[in-house]
């Protein structure tokens, strides 16, 4: 028999929709033993009147004095602790402020949270961008996701690099390619490649990234960014995130880039997209052909061409110098060092017989 506790809490990660598997990992036990809890009836037994007894609680100096902590708090919810504690000892408490404290943070009425209020948009309206870092043996990669929020079709590949150049690629030659058009906005967190600056917050206005704000004109879709500290905006795609950390690439090994980026696609078209997405109850491939693929903008005539678009850092820095790599379309010679001693030698010769001539 295990104890009330651990029954209360695998109960309650059931209800979560944990797996089996994750619930034994949280406990600490094996997943034979989660399934023996289940198959016995463990979970059946009335919980809340098994409840462990507790030892009645001794009385204290302030117990005469609740009922007016209790009056001011319903009153004055915000009431401090410190100034409950001066009230009580004009009423005649001799005790210490430690008990009032205590006492005062578990009998304070705490307001109910607002209810979370899922925000849907209607098909083919937006996309939510994101990136997530991820280690390998081979290095820190960024994966670029990109997922509809109708349908929750999801596109994602693995890029070196968080940078302007692998949005905008990432962005036109697949996501936009895998969907099949595009949407009419794009949702994006707070990142630099994209929003140069947010003064929302001080009644001012959001500053677009100039050349990503040309991108997006030559695509057709609306740049929108989370307002800081409100990732809660972009939740679909960061649901997304954990779920490729877990189900992706969490227990698989890859042998590099391209194997990784292949079987990302593979993981898409056979996992991701063709499972019930248990939020909106469809499959979201099955949901993004039906109602959203016809919907989208349709891809542009042509591939973007960059205005100003900065070249990938490939400068190899070293602590004395910055070897940085040949202009394009400069042809560098390189020669041995005796080269360049043999024509100091004849440079100086001739300087010599100038001279006897003059």
């Known amino acids: 028999m295990f104890g009330w506790d651990t029954l209360v809490l695998l109960k309650h990660l059931l209800d979560e929709g944990l797996t089996k598997t994750d619930?034994?990992?949280?406990?600490?036990?094996?997943?034979r033993v989660v399934h023996h809890w289940i198959q016995t009836g463990q979970l059946d037994r009335d919980?809340?009147?098994?409840a462990p007894r507790t030892m009645r609680p001794r009385a204290t100096k302030l117990d005469p004095y609740h009922a007016i902590i209790h009056d001011r708090l319903?009153?004055?919810?915000?009431?401090s602790a410190t100034r409950l504690f001066?009230?009580?000892?004009s009423a005649g408490y001799t005790g210490g402020?430690?008990?009032?404290?205590?006492?005062?943070?578990?009998?304070?009425?705490?307001?109910?949270?607002d209810p979370l209020v899922r925000f849907e948009t209607p098909p083919a309206h937006q996309g939510q961008v994101d990136f997530a870092e991820f280690r390998f043996p081979w290095g820190k990669r960024y994966a670029l996701l990109v997922v509809l929020a109708y349908s929750r079709l999801l596109w994602v590949q693995f890029y070196p690099r968080q940078?302007?150049?692998?949005?905008?690629?990432?962005?036109?030659?697949?996501?936009?390619?895998?969907?099949?058009?595009?949407?009419?906005?794009l949702l994006f967190d707070q990142l630099k490649a994209v929003v140069v600056g947010d003064q929302r917050a001080e009644g001012?206005?959001?500053v677009e990234n100039p050349e990503f704000l040309r991108f997006a004109r030559h695509w057709s879709f609306r740049i929108r960014a989370c307002r800081p500290y409100r990732a809660k905006t972009k939740g679909k795609v960061e649901r997304r995130v954990r779920y490729l950390r877990s189900n992706f690439v969490y227990g698989r090994e890859f042998v590099g880039d391209a194997d990784l980026n292949a079987e990302a696609l593979r993981w898409l078209d056979e996992t991701a997209n063709q499972r019930v997405h248990r939020t909106i109850n469809a499959v979201p491939r099955e949901r993004f052909e039906a109602d959203e693929h016809a919907l989208l903008q349709p891809l542009a005539a042509r591939s973007y061409r960059p205005?100003?678009?900065p070249a990938e850092r490939t400068a190899r820095r070293t602590a004395l110098h910055t070897v940085l790599p040949p202009a394009a379309g400069i042809v560098v010679e390189q020669r041995p060092l005796v080269h360049y001693q043999s024509l100091i030698e004849d440079v100086a010769a001739a300087l010599g017989l100038a001279a006897e001539v003059a």
């Open 23 to 31: 619930i034994a990992k949280r406990l600490g036990v094996s997943r």
């Open 47 to 50: 919980l809340e009147s098994a």
């Open 74 to 79: 319903t009153t004055y919810p915000e009431l």
């Open 86 to 89: 001066a009230e009580v000892r």
């Open 97 to 113: 402020v430690t008990q009032v404290r205590a006492y005062v943070a578990r009998v304070r009425p705490t307001p109910e949270p």
């Open 163 to 185: 940078t302007l150049a692998t949005i905008l690629t990432g962005l036109e030659a697949a996501a936009f390619a895998y969907f099949g058009g595009v949407p009419h906005e």
């Open 204 to 206: 001012g206005r959001l």
């Open 307 to 309: 205005l100003v678009l």
